[in-house]
């Protein structure tokens, strides 16, 4: 079956405009996780959801990220005022379970650049 | 808090010489661990976990809760292995905490 997309591939906004992302998750998949990955830096975690809520919010770097995700399946991650620091690789991935050791999937990321 | 260091960003070896990517980690529970790999053009993946005790594509990785390593291993390195590593740790949050990643190149 398909697995996780994202769209878009890129992204090229200005300064200041806000910005949304979209994943959609693996069928069936409980576990949805948004991720940042910026020049030079290893994957940080921003957020993930179980079902349609976020338990865990404590990776969004500030109060401009925020995060949804509807009838358990498609999510989207918004950046607003997006300033130059937020550019990166956003992946998302998802599981089939929250147990321990569960793989993650993740998909092919959004390219963000804030000129 | 945890923290997961992968000391090396690049690493080349020669086809057929052994190969170990190097992975360290801080976190007071009790870790699970994995690595995933990104080969060019494609996306992020499973290599594998520990909680498996698996070997994929001849790779290995043995937990050591003293030295808090989980160090990557292959007897004999193939150019098809050529990749971007990443080390990671799951907290009882069940969100991954990423090392920054060593690039594996294999010189034919």
């Known amino acids: 079956g398909a697995g996780v997309s994202q769209s878009p591939s890129n992204k090229v906004t200005e300064k200041g405009k806000d910005v949304e992302l979209r994943c959609d998750p693996i069928s069936g998949h409980t576990a949805l996780y948004w991720y940042r990955q910026s020049l030079g830096q290893g994957l940080e975690f921003l957020i993930y959801?179980?079902?349609?809520?976020?338990?865990?919010k404590s990776g969004l770097p500030s109060d401009r990220f925020s995060a949804e995700r509807t009838g358990g399946s498609v999510s989207t991650l918004t950046i607003q005022r997006t300033q130059q620091e937020d550019s990166a690789v956003y992946l998302c991935?998802?599981?089939?379970?929250?147990?321990?050791?569960?793989?993650?999937?993740f998909g092919p990321g959004t390219r963000l650049t804030v000129t | 808090a945890q923290r997961v260091t992968q000391p090396e960003k690049l690493l080349s070896v020669f086809k057929g010489a052994p190969v170990e990517l190097k992975c360290n980690y801080s976190y007071s529970g009790s870790p699970e661990l994995f690595w995933y790999v990104q080969y060019s053009r494609q996306r992020l993946q499973l290599l594998l976990r520990?909680?498996s005790r698996e070997s994929i594509k001849g790779f290995t990785a043995d937990l050591n809760k003293g030295e808090t390593s989980f160090h990557l291993k292959k007897p004999f390195a193939q150019e098809e292995d050529s990749a971007m590593y990443y080390c990671?740790?799951?907290?009882?949050?069940?969100?991954?905490?990423f090392g920054t990643g060593t690039r594996l190149t294999v010189i034919p």
């Open positions: 520990h909680i």
């Open positions: 990671a740790l799951q907290t009882g949050a069940n969100n991954l905490f």
């Open positions: 991935a998802s599981s089939s379970s929250l147990n321990r050791g569960a793989e993650q999937y």
């Open positions: 959801f179980q079902g349609n809520s976020a338990p865990d």
